[in-house]
Nanobody, 120 residues
Framework: QVQLVESGGGLVQAGGSLRLSCAASGRTFSSYAMGWFRQAPGKEREFAAAISSSGGSTRYADSVKGRFTISRDNAKNTVYLQMNSLKPEDTAVYYC?????????????WGQGTQVTVSS
């Protein structure tokens, strides 16, 4: 089992940047694929980005491709989401997720979420 804690959210103007972090507990972090999902008010949770356990493979939603970058540091048990050129439509609660493979996310393990608000 893994526990996830997100941080780094906040209020930013359109065009700005934020970096989200997700710290994981447990000694098996390097065996998990990791993903970022987001949920805007009144909408369903949606996929944003994912990274394989080794970091060698990444996937992005079309809506964030070219603006967001997912990365991980297995020595620090942490996954990051660098968000650039933010738009008001990126406003959402961002959740970290862990699972056994990049192709099966989302899996059972979720963080509590961190709020990102982009003002126009």
């Amino acid at each position: 089992q893994v526990q996830l804690v997100e941080s780094g959210g906040g209020l930013v103007q359109a065009g700005g940047s934020l970096r989200l972090s997700c710290a994981a507990s447990g000694r098996t972090f390097s065996s998990y694929a990791m993903g970022w999902f987001r949920q805007a008010p009144g909408k369903e949770r949606e996929f944003a980005a994912a990274i394989s356990s080794s970091g060698g493979s990444t996937r992005y939603a079309d809506s964030v491709k070219g603006r967001f970058t997912i990365s991980r540091d297995n020595a620090k048990n942490t996954v990051y989401l660098q968000m650039n050129s933010l738009k008001p439509e990126d406003t959402a609660v961002y959740y970290c997720n862990a699972g056994p493979g990049i192709g099966v996310l989302p899996w059972a393990y979720w963080g509590q979420g961190t709020q990102v608000t982009v003002s126009s």
